[in-house]
């Protein structure tokens, strides 16, 4: 019996070594990582936040490229050689930043609460910024990393278990190449011929990165000055989708040496801030700050250059009908403060969200993105129900929608066929029917409506109740 028992677990043993768990082995060629699915849970999240944090929040001047403006560029920029003079004595060097930042009101959960109460399903937090310091302590990264100087706290751990313990999915922003790293700079000079700066510190502290936060998101930057062969990108991205301990769940995105982004990887980023203008064949994600000039934090920041929260879910619903997530960027304090007007934004989305999250979270893109119908509308789309979103409050009761194939409007004989110009109910009798339904979200009383010929349909809105984030979401069921 025993024997027999043992023999099983044997044969069962040498079956679960035979068959790899995922079936595959991915090889350090574009070529077979690109062909990776995406794990699921990043299409159906939709919605992440981005978070801005390192020394360059201390200066909080111009932008978090501030060092680089300062003192990599040539010229400089003129602002940012004025704003030290005038305000640091004479001889004041960037990592003088470094001792105050102090991060001494950072208070994860109360962040993780914030990120929470916006909807958002994942953060993203700079672990490494083009500056080179870590928000961690890398043992690479010697005395220039936030647990020996600074805050003296490790903020990539501490905020890794406040967003964790509120169920959402941890990701980490890591800069490959550091300005003013000389390691670096000398492989530049050589034209990239040499990976000193790659092998010694670069992959030493991803790997150590990975293995210490189990991060579900690599959001990768900085490639742009070499190929992905002087990154050792492919040989990387193996490593973390064979063997890491996150290489079922990891999500990377497309910046991982000189031309391919938009190209290779995971999702695509393309571009900062792309918006592309039809649907895009590959998932993609837009990246936003709620700060138009910055993602780090500006002292001089005016409200007129924020997004307001109207203009924030606008873009969200463009993108997602677009079929892409949204990371939408708040650069925090250097004293770890969210800035209570970013707090404002991303609470308001949150409360648009509770109402008409429905529409976004694993939610598809509809055969048609985007129409003007009485005013415009954005669509998105889920199992049977097709989501018409519009942002400008029309100034008549009948919404007309022109795409929508109700299954009246071709096949019942004996309605009239509505003037879409019509823009009064008077002679017009919208009539229900058991096939299609449509609703305003967050209203429970089902919406009268008439088929249109050969589409389309008109519909006839409640009194639309005041929304601060001014969108407002008809749901279509039994529609085509
Ligand atoms: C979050 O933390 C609380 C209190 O420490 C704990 O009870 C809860 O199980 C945690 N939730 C998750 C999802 O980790
Ligand atoms: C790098 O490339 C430039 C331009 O192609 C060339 O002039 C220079 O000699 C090269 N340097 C090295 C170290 O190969
Ligand atoms: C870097 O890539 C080369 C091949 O391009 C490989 O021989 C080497 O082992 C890689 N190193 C690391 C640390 O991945
Ligand atoms: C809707 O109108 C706007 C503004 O006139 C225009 O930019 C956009 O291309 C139009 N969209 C469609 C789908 O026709």
Redesign the pocket.
């Known amino acids: 019996m025993f024997a027999q028992a043992n023999w099983v677990c044997l044969l069962l043993a040498a079956l679960l070594i035979a068959i790899p768990a995922s079936g595959t082995r991915y090889q350090a060629n574009w070529e077979s990582l690109d062909a990776r699915p995406l794990p699921t849970w990043y299409d159906e999240a939709k919605f992440g936040i981005f978070v801005h944090w390192g020394v360059f929040s201390v200066p909080g001047f111009e932008s978090e490229w501030f060092w680089w403006h300062w003192q990599g560029q040539n010229p400089p920029d003129p602002k940012c050689v004025k704003y030290m003079l005038d305000n640091y004595p004479p001889g004041f060097s960037y990592p003088d930043f470094a001792p105050q930042f102090h991060a001494q009101f950072f208070d994860p959960d109360d962040w993780a609460d914030i990120f929470e109460a916006s909807g958002a399903k994942y953060v993203v937090l700079t672990a490494k910024h083009h500056e080179g310091f870590t928000t961690w302590p890398s043992s690479y990264s010697w005395n220039w990393n936030s647990v020996d100087t600074g805050p003296h706290r490790d903020l990539v751990g501490d905020l890794a278990e406040a967003v964790?313990?509120?169920?959402l999915h941890y990701g980490l922003y890591n800069s490959l190449y550091e300005w003013f790293n000389p390691l670096y700079l000398a492989d530049k000079k050589n034209n990239f011929t040499t990976q000193d700066f790659v092998l010694k510190k670069l992959l030493p502290e991803l790997y150590d990165m990975v293995l210490s936060y189990k991060p579900e998101l690599i959001w990768s930057d900085g490639d742009w000055e070499a190929p992905d062969t002087y990154w050792n990108s492919t040989e990387f991205l193996a490593w973390l989708y064979n063997d890491s301990p996150v290489k079922d769940v990891i999500v990377t995105n497309d910046r991982w040496g000189a031309g391919c982004y938009c190209k290779h990887g995971g999702y695509y980023n393309c571009a900062d801030k792309y918006t592309p203008g039809e649907l895009p064949k590959h998932k993609w994600e837009k990246c936003q700050s709620v700060d138009t000039q910055s993602w780090g934090y500006r002292r001089t920041m005016r409200l007129s250059e924020l997004m307001d929260l109207p203009s924030i879910v606008q873009d969200l619903v463009q993108t997602v009908a677009m079929g892409g997530n949204y990371l939408l960027n708040v650069g925090p304090t250097p004293d770890g403060m969210i800035p209570p007007v970013f707090e404002e934004r991303l609470r308001g989305i949150g409360a648009w969200l509770e109402v008409n999250g429905e529409a976004i979270y694993s939610s598809k893109p509809w055969r048609l993105q985007t129409e003007n119908a009485t005013v415009p509308v954005w669509y998105t789309s889920k199992y049977s129900s097709v989501f018409a979103v519009f942002m400008t409050k029309p100034t008549v009761y009948t919404f007309h929608l022109s795409e929508p194939i109700t299954a009246e409007s071709t096949t019942v004989s004996g309605v009239e066929p509505i003037a879409a110009e019509s823009t009064t109910v008077s002679g017009v009798e919208p009539i229900t029917a058991e096939s299609t339904t449509v609703t305003l979200l967050g209203n429970l009383e089902p919406l009268r409506w008439a088929p249109l010929h050969p589409r389309g349909l008109i519909i006839l809105l409640p009194e639309l109740p005041p929304t601060p984030a001014q969108a407002w979401i008809l749901k279509l069921d039994g529609v085509k």
Do not use: L, T
């Open positions: 964790r313990n509120r169920s």
